[in-house]
């Protein structure tokens, strides 16, 4: 019998959402998608990690593609555009990306789509360089279903959730509890 992990975040409760386990295994899914779509390219693609949250999905990637031998390079963008808990704002560039993309395949991971502001605003920052990558293809470990419309395809989906806010695994609650092992939602 499985028994139900809560945790309790400022007076607030919330529940087990995606154990270890179950994110590891999905992430691995996603690692061979990556590898499949990328098996004949001629210079490996470079996995694009959005900070900060999108680091603790980067990582879990990188190690499942290198159980596989896919080779590839890593480089992260700093954006924020939450302040506290749930509440918006503008997006914000706080660290530009040191390789250079132009003319490569670029893989942008990220570990949640929220509302899509913050990926839009991205999406059309790559887009406007200079020399634009070859391909932007997105990788997000969930994705909430009340998103805006989204000016880009995911073309790996690690799965849907719904609006309420969740933490863990790279998410936060006003940048506290990403290093939780377990995705939590709020009850």
Not at 65 to 86: A, P
Not at 115 to 125: D, E, H, I, P
Not at 135 to 163: A, R, W
């Amino acid at each position: 019998m499985d028994i139900e992990k809560k945790l309790i975040i400022k007076g607030v409760s919330y529940k087990q959402l995606f154990s270890r386990g179950e994110i590891l295994r999905r992430v691995d899914e996603l690692a061979r998608q990556i590898a499949d779509d990328y098996k004949n390219v001629t210079q490996s693609p470079i996995l694009l990690f959005v900070l900060t949250g999108g680091l603790y999905l980067g990582v879990d990637l990188s190690r499942a593609l290198e159980k596989i031998d896919f080779k590839y390079s890593v480089d992260t963008v700093g954006l924020k555009r939450y302040s506290g808990d749930e509440k918006g704002g503008l997006v914000q560039i706080l660290s530009l990306p040191h390789a250079n993309l132009g003319n490569r395949d670029l893989v942008v991971v990220e570990d949640i789509i929220d509302n899509g502001a913050t990926m839009n605003f991205l999406n059309k920052y790559l887009k406007n360089l200079e020399t634009p990558p070859k391909s932007i293809q997105y990788c997000t470990l969930l994705l909430k279903e009340n998103h805006e419309p989204l000016e880009f395809d995911i073309k790996f989906l690690g799965g849907v959730i719904g609006p309420k806010w969740i933490v863990g695994n790279g998410m936060d609650s006003d940048q506290s509890y990403r290093g939780l092992i377990d995705i939590y939602e709020k009850e």
